[in-house]
Structure formats: structure tokens, C-alpha cells
């Protein structure tokens, strides 16, 4: 149970108390906070409620990390040592004063101790101080000396005038971008930490596309993981998802291992998508019903650079303990919208021909089949591979597709939906999961129409949101470019990933086709925000529709040969479709030395800051602000060097770029913008 009476600060009158005294007093004035509402609690005498001090505090090690921002509402994640609990302190005073503390969150070692509180009831685009409380004891976790702070987002009823911004509209920005790798001994460039000094305040929210990890720490075993932390008997989920303390690992030792990293999710709200290796290193075919290896006695893990089925398919049959771990250590970040439930992992009997899966443990009636994707039988078996779920018989026995061939137990998984979407004012956001559910592509016939980047479920939800959205603007957030494909050199015939390697939806045509005709459909501008190859990139695909590649933050840069043949900048041939390439980061040469894993120089770590310019104020005759709406709003890029900050490209795209029809803007509509009264003299 976590306590309420707080040290108080020594400057406050109330500091000369006696220890029980003191606490009972600073106790008595929590639990008045907390039988209030956040907005009466905030609202009251600050000078009545005391500051509470600070501490270092061992008993939480990781954390706190901000996410899933909104109007009135965030989650705050933390770690602690041993399973316990911790709550969040928060005020909209720089000393945490007069502070809110939320409901308490339990953690437990099935999520490697971590959790995640939810805030709600905040005011909208307001700015709030936090901190974490373990056990009474409010946790210092300050940056540059300042207590930990995040705003909401704006309420648009705020910004309406039924004149000139009659929806309310209003200006937000955020950074995107991808690839924060660590490797050993070599220095990191010091992009989070410029983030951070010139982001801060001035941005909603990070959306990180993927890669917030690269694959270190993954040999640590669940024996080894629970003799480390004292679990005496590891939690069957855990023992069952061989793996997944690895991928525990990997996400600490990423948080320890760049303080500028752990300090930018302190401050700035985080959401993000899934990509490779957060899985494993050019994962493909985890959808891909059929593919599958028999895998007795094969190693676990070992010279996963190979280009072959069996290392295919290890990688493929790693997707839903390496997501587990991601959803409990960043994950959470993203808004649910029904459509998710826990990764499930179970030991089960299968016979040689049968179809039938049996777990005495399960109970398999509680599967919701909108959110569930399909059945893993993991490493290490007969029959490890991927299966189409394809009826519930019972509590404990599952149809699947194909047959079984071999008999035996297995452990297997059951994964779940990663794709959400949000809004914020004229803007919506789609992130997609790229990964988990992507067949393999045909190498011979890149336009298969059999073959999926996301799988039909995601494809038919994404066509459904986005010929309903009535939004200005839409950004698609997906992990891998949209026209730039990602082959390692293929193209000129020295591939290094595979001769058929392409991470892209340049390897998915007929997919991909179906996708751009929807967004030229809209009418409207479809930014698709990329990820997955190391450079930052504008392509215009079509009028008002965009693939705009950004990254990496710290990871090095590939060559410039590893994305297909295309240009820095130019017209580009990428499949059926030509696309002109404005601007590009410079990459290595081949000649250089430089590539994914191994810099030459210090390479070229690029952030891109996003900002939607809806409206301008003009100030009323009283001072008061007037936010007046762009007849045709407006969205800027800009690309920034990760070393100095300095602006290297920029550019925008205006609403009526997407429209076919040139309209000209009724001169009644400039009058009401402008002021002007008809009829007088």
C-alpha cells in the first residue's frame, strides 16, 4: 500500500514539526487531495500544502518514462526493483506544491516488474510537474535540475470563434524518428540530448518509428534472469516465452545505456511502432500462414545474420515473446482501441496429421478472434512454425491450419493486433505494425497479389478509418518506407542482406497500389511517416501524398547503395510507380568504410521536427487571443542535424496541394478573416 504522508521540504513553515507530526500533517493534506477531484485539488490554497522532498531511491530503477498523451490524460511507466507498487505525484506547481497523487500500480515479475499509471481527469493543454512515490517516498528523477514535467494536449473548444477558426483548430508539433542504436564502445551521437534542450515544451509528443532498440543483451537466459532479481520460481508465462528476459534485458540495458535517452522519455510523451529489432534482425514471414522448419535439436539464436529458411523462420517464431517485452517496456505507449489482448503462451499436445492443439491449461472460449492474429509454435520443435487459427473447439483444444507432422509437445504462442490509431486537432494518426503480421514476399513477382505488408484484418481497418476520417491531414506511421526500398545493395547485384532482401512495401506492389489509391482518394494530404533504413528522405509519391523517411537518431548511416538505386535526390523508379525524391541525407559510399554497424566519421544523425500550422493569432481589442484559420492549412517539415541542431531541409505541404480542383478562395472569406464589415463606408 503506498503511503501518503510525504517528507516535506525544509523551507516549508511547516518543517520544524515533529517527525510524526509533520507527516501526519503532510498526510492528512494528500488524503484531502485525493478525496477531491484532480481539477478542486489543483484549484486549491497552494500555500496550505506542502513540497514535498526529493529522493534517490533504489527501489525503482528504471523509469519514469511518459506516453499516450492526451486531451486530459497520460500514462507515466516506471520499474521497480521487486514486485510491489508505486503512484504518480502531480501539480501544475514547479515544486510539486498543492500535488495529486493517482491510484497505485501494482508490478509483477510477469512484466518484469514494470507498470504504467494512467492520469486522467487533467486539464487540457496544460502544463504538469511529476513524480514517482514508492512506499511514501517521492522519488528524484530530475533533469538538469528541474522536476519532471509534460503538457497535455489542447482542447479544441478553446481555440473556436464561429467567425474564423469555427472547428477550433490549432497549431501542434511533434519529432519523429527512428534508429537509436547502441553499439559497444563507440560514442553516441548526441542527438537526445539536443532533442531535448530545443524540443522540450515545444512539442506534444516523440513518435519513434521503430528500432528504439538493436539487439544486445539477448543471451540472458529466465534462469539466469530470476536468480538476478531472487524469483525463486519464474512465472510459467515467463518460462514458457523462451526469450523474453533477454529482450527484458536488452530494453535496461538501452535506458542505462544513454542517459540523454532515459532523460527525453522523462519529458517528452512517447508513442511508437514495432520494427525488426525489436523482434529480431529483417523479420518477415510471422504472418505467413505454412512457414515452418523442423527445428529438433537446432541452436537458439545463433548466426542470425544467415539468409535461409531455418533462420527465417526462428526469426519469425520470435514475434510474440520479444512483443511482450516490448509492450511492457514501451509499448503501453499507445492508445488501445479495442482491439488487443494479452500475448498468450502455452504448452500443448499435437499429433502427427491432425489439426488439433491441445492445452490442459488453456482456456481457449476467452479468445476474442477480433483480437488475435494467429498461432506460433515456437523454437525448438518438430513443428515450429506459423499457423492460421482457424477454430476454438473448447477450453482446451484449437483447430489450426495446416496439419501437424510431427507428434509431440510444444510450446507455443497466440499473438494479438499492435495497430492503433489517435488525433490530435485536424490530424489523424495511424501507426501500423509492419512486422507481426507480414508474409513473405514472392522475390520473382514483387506485385503478388497473395502477398501482405500488413495483413488482411489491418489492411480492410485501415481502408474502413481512413475513407471515414475527416481530418485535414493524415498521417500513416509505418516502420518500413513506403517508396524507397530497404535491399542492402541487391539492386546492383552485392546485396548484403539476401539477394532478395527488401524491407519496404516496395517488396508488397499490389499492396502497396491498393493503399495509394485510397489515400489519393482522400483528396487530402497522406504523409506516410518511415522508418527502417538509415536516412531521412522527402518523395513525392503523387499530389499531396508523401513518404517521408526519417532517422536515424543515433544508429550509423547505410550506404547510399542500400536503398535500390535511388537517388539523393530525383526522379526514382520505385516499381510502378515514379516518384521524385527531393532531398535525401548523405550516406556513406561503399568506398568509405561506413555502414549500419560500423561508422565512418561520425556519420549523420538526423530528428525531424513536424509541425501542423492550422491558424495565426491575432489578438482582440481586449489582448485576448484570437486563433484565426488558414483557409488551407499547412504542414512543415523540417530535418535537423542530430550534432548541432542546425535546420538541413525543409519543407511543406499545403492542404490544397491534394486537391484536383483550383478553387480560389471567396472573397468573403478573406473579409470575415480580415475583419472587414461590408456595407459600411
Do not use: C
Not at 498461432?375 to 520443435?381: D, K, R, S, T
Not at 487459427?389 to 496439419?403: F, H, S
Amino acid at each position: 500500500m503506498i503511503e501518503t504522508n510525504l517528507p516535506v521540504s525544509p523551507s516549508h513553515p511547516h518543517a520544524g514539526l515533529s517527525r510524526r507530526r509533520r507527516y501526519a500533517l503532510s498526510g492528512s493534506l494528500l488524503l484531502s487531495a485525493l478525496l477531491l477531484t484532480p481539477e478542486l485539488a489543483l484549484a486549491a490554497d497552494a500555500g496550505n500544502r506542502p513540497a514535498p522532498v526529493l529522493e534517490k531511491l533504489d527501489a525503482i530503477t528504471h523509469g519514469p518514462q511518459l506516453g499516450n498523451v492526451g486531451v486530459g490524460s497520460i500514462r507515466v511507466w516506471a520499474r521497480t526493483r521487486q514486485p510491489g507498487a508505486f503512484s504518480v505525484l502531480y501539480s501544475t506547481e514547479p515544486d510539486l506544491s498543492g500535488g495529486v497523487l493517482s491510484k497505485p500500480v501494482r508490478t509483477i515479475w510477469e512484466h518484469d516488474s514494470s507498470g504504467w499509471v494512467q492520469l486522467d481527469g487533467l486539464k487540457p493543454g496544460t502544463k504538469y510537474y511529476y513524480a514517482l512515490v514508492h512506499e511514501g517516498r517521492v522519488a528524484d528523477t530530475r533533469v538538469g535540475g528541474r522536476i519532471n514535467s509534460f503538457t497535455t494536449l489542447p482542447d479544441a473548444s478553446t481555440f473556436v470563434d464561429p467567425k474564423v477558426n469555427p472547428k477550433g483548430v490549432y497549431n501542434f508539433a511533434f519529432e519523429t524518428g527512428t534508429g537509436n542504436n547502441q553499439p559497444d564502445k563507440t560514442p553516441l551521437p548526441p542527438t537526445y540530448t539536443r532533442m531535448l534542450a530545443e524540443l522540450k515544451d515545444k512539442v506534444y509528443f516523440q513518435n519513434q518509428n521503430g528500432d528504439w532498440l538493436y539487439e544486445k543483451g539477448r543471451e540472458k537466459t529466465e534462469a539466469e534472469w530470476a536468480a538476478a532479481n531472487g524469483v525463486g520460481k519464474p512465472p510459467r508465462s515467463v518460462s514458457l516465452a523462451k526469450g523474453i528476459a533477454g529482450v527484458w534485458k536488452n530494453y535496461r540495458l538501452y535506458l542505462e545505456g544513454s542517459q540523454a535517452l532515459a532523460d527525453f522519455y522523462k519529458e517528452v510523451p512517447l508513442f511508437v511502432t514495432i520494427d525488426d529489432h525489436e523482434i529480431l534482425n529483417d523479420v518477415t514471414g510471422s504472418g505467413h500462414t505454412g512457414f515452418r522448419i523442423d527445428a529438433r535439436g537446432k541452436p537458439w539464436q545463433q548466426d542470425l545474420q544467415r539468409d535461409d529458411l531455418q533462420k527465417d523462420v526462428e526469426r519469425a517464431v520470435f514475434r510474440d515473446p520479444a512483443v511482450a517485452a516490448w509492450r511492457d517496456y514501451v509499448g503501453w505507449s499507445n492508445p488501445d482501441i479495442g482491439n488487443q489482448q494479452p500475448n498468450h503462451f502455452g504448452e500443448a499436445r499435437v499429433e502427427a496429421g491432425s489439426n488439433i492443439l491441445t492445452d490442459p491449461n488453456a482456456d481457449f472460449t476467452k479468445l476474442d478472434p477480433a483480437k488475435t492474429s494467429n498461432l506460433h509454435v515456437l523454437w525448438g520443435f518438430g513443428n515450429t512454425g506459423v499457423y492460421k487459427i482457424a477454430k476454438v473447439l473448447g477450453k482446451t483444444r484449437i483447430q489450426v491450419e495446416p496439419a501437424l507432422d510431427v507428434t509431440e509437445t510444444v510450446r507455443y504462442s497466440i499473438g494479438t493486433n499492435l495497430y492503433t490509431k489517435f488525433r490530435v486537432s485536424n490530424a489523424d494518426f495511424f501507426l501500423l505494425d509492419t512486422r507481426s503480421n507480414r508474409t513473405l514476399h514472392d522475390k520473382t513477382n514483387l506485385a503478388d497479389p497473395n502477398t501482405s505488408m500488413i495483413g488482411p484484418v489491418q489492411k480492410q481497418w485501415l481502408f474502413d478509418e481512413l475513407k471515414k476520417s475527416d481530418a485535414d491531414f493524415v498521417f500513416i506511421v509505418s516502420s518500413v518506407n513506403l517508396a524507397l526500398p530497404h535491399d542492402n545493395g541487391v539492386w546492383y547485384g552485392r546485396g548484403s542482406g539476401g539477394v532478395g532482401k527488401d524491407d519496404g512495401w516496395t517488396a508488397h506492389l499490389h499492396e502497396r497500389e491498393e493503399l495509394l489509391r485510397v489515400a489519393e482518394s482522400l483528396r487530402k494530404p497522406v504523409f506516410f511517416l518511415t522508418g527502417d533504413l538509415h536516412k531521412s528522405f522527402v518523395a513525392r509519391v503523387a499530389p499531396g501524398v508523401y513518404d517521408v523517411g526519417t532517422g536515424p537518431h543515433t544508429s550509423n548511416n547505410h550506404r547510399l547503395g542500400d536503398a535500390g538505386g535511388s537517388p539523393p535526390s530525383g526522379w526514382y523508379q520505385s516499381g510502378d510507380r515514379l516518384v521524385n525524391v527531393l532531398w535525401s541525407s548523405n550516406q556513406y559510399r561503399n568506398d568509405s568504410g561506413g555502414n549500419a554497424g560500423q561508422a565512418s566519421g561520425k556519420g549523420w544523425p538526423i530528428y525531424t521536427v513536424i509541425r501542423a500550422n492550422n491558424a495565426y493569432n491575432i489578438p482582440d481589442a481586449a489582448g485576448k487571443d484570437r486563433w484565426i484559420a488558414y483557409p488551407e492549412p499547412q504542414v512543415v517539415f523540417e530535418f535537423r542535424d542530430g550534432y548541432t541542431g542546425d535546420l538541413v531541409f525543409a519543407h511543406s505541404v499545403s492542404t490544397s496541394e491534394a486537391k484536383p480542383d483550383r478553387t480560389p478562395v471567396p472573397p468573403e472569406v478573406v473579409k470575415t478573416l480580415g475583419g472587414i464589415e461590408t456595407g459600411r463606408r
